[in-house]
């Protein structure tokens, strides 16, 4: 089940728990609608939503900050391709068949990262392409040099490789997620029970339902960054592998 699909299951049934709540309210008798029995139902209510918005927003933010750590990890890893790819330049033709094999590991890592797999392959490309960095002649503390840089970048691409391949699933809590739609339905049905039966008010709860499931959707969309509706750049606002495809194209030249 997608992030859509539980946005919109969460926002169905807190929309039921409002119209439970005004069914309900036209059940009772009126005695339990008196104005003392709305005063003690909407300070209870008002413990429960602050302790409900202070969870939506401990989720967010978390799930920001797992945002901000991919899109650095990505832009991170970018920055090492093309650091590696300027240094096997510098070392001569002697290691072209090792810049090939790090232009087939981006493409590679570029299609895990999209699919959301482990990447073996990637990884596969990883080690021949420390190999060849490996089997690379020093006839110099110059060419010695650009050897160590090299593998020196590519043990940082492998751990930041394996960072994101790890940490690309939803991190989102269950007990924290199933907390949230309880008690939103219990504060919608607590609305629909003192509500006015009219056009106007069902907007309003339909609006603000929406505007809690929206959230929740959000939150999931930046925990799973690669599978997700949100991305680094463009619109809709998601993150995409868009640095590795530019590193890609700055080594092919």
């Known amino acids: ?54 969870v939506i927003g401990l989720l967010i933010s978390d799930a920001y900050s797992s945002f901000s750590a991919r899109t650095g990890e990505l832009s991170r890893l970018s920055a090492d391709v093309i650091q590696l790819d300027g240094l096997l330049r510098r070392y001569g033709p002697e290691a072209t068949p090792a810049r090939q094999a790090l232009q087939q590991y981006i493409k590679a890592a570029t299609d895990n990262l999209t699919h959301r797999t482990s990447g073996p392959v990637s990884f596969g490309v990883l080690n021949q392409m420390q190999d060849l960095i490996l089997a690379l002649k020093t006839n110099d503390s110059r060419q010695h040099w650009l050897v160590d840089q090299s593998m020196q970048i590519v043990g940082d691409m492998d751990q930041t490789r394996r960072l994101l391949s790890q940490q690309g699933q939803s991190s989102v809590p269950l007990p924290f997620l199933f907390q949230i739609v309880l008690w939103s339905t219990i504060l919608f049905a607590s609305f629909g029970l003192f509500s006015p039966r009219n056009l106007i008010a069902f907007i309003g709860l339909f609006i603000c339902a929406f505007a809690v499931s929206a959230a929740i959707k959000i939150m999931l969309d930046m925990v799973t960054p690669f599978g997700g509706n949100v991305q680094i750049s463009g619109f809709p606002l998601r993150l995409s592998t868009d640095p590795l495809r530019h590193a890609l194209d700055v080594i092919v030249q």
């Open 1 to 54: 089940m997608n992030s859509l699909e539980i946005g919109l299951l969460i926002w169905a049934t807190v929309v039921s728990g409002a119209i439970l709540g005004m069914l309900l309210g036209r059940r009772l008798p009126q005695h339990h609608l008196s104005g003392e029995t709305k005063s003690v139902v909407s300070a209870s209510m008002a413990v429960l939503g602050t302790m409900t918005a202070l």
